[in-house]
């Protein structure tokens, strides 16, 4: 298979079935978790000020006093590397023009400088993270193997795809074929990893804050 054969693969039929895979993967874990039930909770609800649902994404969306001063790298390359993600998927022209294509969704894009400054910074942000991960003591002990591979299976999307649009190692149809394949990897194992946070994230603290609530307790 030479790398337009590979690059027209990746395109057409590894695309469809790495969009198969992510769909059913996530409508099937998604009917676990509220498969799993839960019994009504018949106390007498406690009323109290800042103990709500929304109140706890909002809190938990901040990190706790004191805890940006003695892990920066933490939360501040999580903060940066997350949105910086967010603005190469979602506002890159290219990206754009797929999920229009695709679904039928369209909005405005930013402009590419913009977003190559993005990409640069979240790299930059997902090795710092990375290093401050591998020479903490504490965090190296309770990384994963599943840890540095979710790592690997984002970082290598925006890395490809910033080599692809520079023209950078590899001939530019090579190139974008790695790319289009790292993505096709990270849609397959997102449903079956820590990845499938993108999903749970808030609506798991909004349960937890709810649940809470309810016993008059802010969390």
């Known amino acids: 298979m030479n790398e337009v054969e590979l690059l027209n693969w990746v395109r057409g039929p590894g695309l469809n079935i790495a969009i198969g895979i992510f769909l059913l993967g996530t ?3 998604l009917f676990e978790i509220y498969s799993l039930g839960r019994k009504k909770d018949l106390s007498a609800p406690r009323h109290t000020a800042g103990a709500s649902g929304w109140n706890t994404i909002a809190r938990r969306s901040l990190a706790p006093p004191g805890m940006l001063k003695r892990s ?3 939360y501040i390359g999580g903060y940066v590397f997350h949105v910086g993600l967010a603005i190469v998927v979602f506002l890159f022209a290219p990206h754009i023009e797929l999920i229009e294509n695709l679904f039928g969704l369209s909005w405005p894009a930013l402009p590419s400088q913009v977003v190559d400054l993005a990409t640069v910074v979240t790299l930059a942000a997902m090795v710092l993270v990375l290093v401050d991960r591998i020479n903490k003591p504490v965090k190296r002990y309770l990384s994963t193997v599943e840890d540095y591979f979710t790592w690997a299976v984002t970082f290598l999307p925006v890395l490809t ?5 520079k023209h950078l190692l590899l001939p530019y149809t090579t190139m974008l074929a790695l790319h289009i394949l790292s993505v096709e990897i990270l849609l397959v194992v997102l449903p079956f990893t820590k990845l499938f946070h993108v999903f749970t994230l ?3 603290r909004w349960y937890n804050g709810q649940a809470n609530a309810h016993k008059g ?3």
């Open 27 to 29: 409508i099937w874990r």
């Open 217 to 219: 307790v802010p969390v």
């Open 202 to 204: 808030f609506m798991s």
């Open 161 to 165: 795809g910033y080599m692809a649009v």
């Open 72 to 74: 920066p790298i933490s």
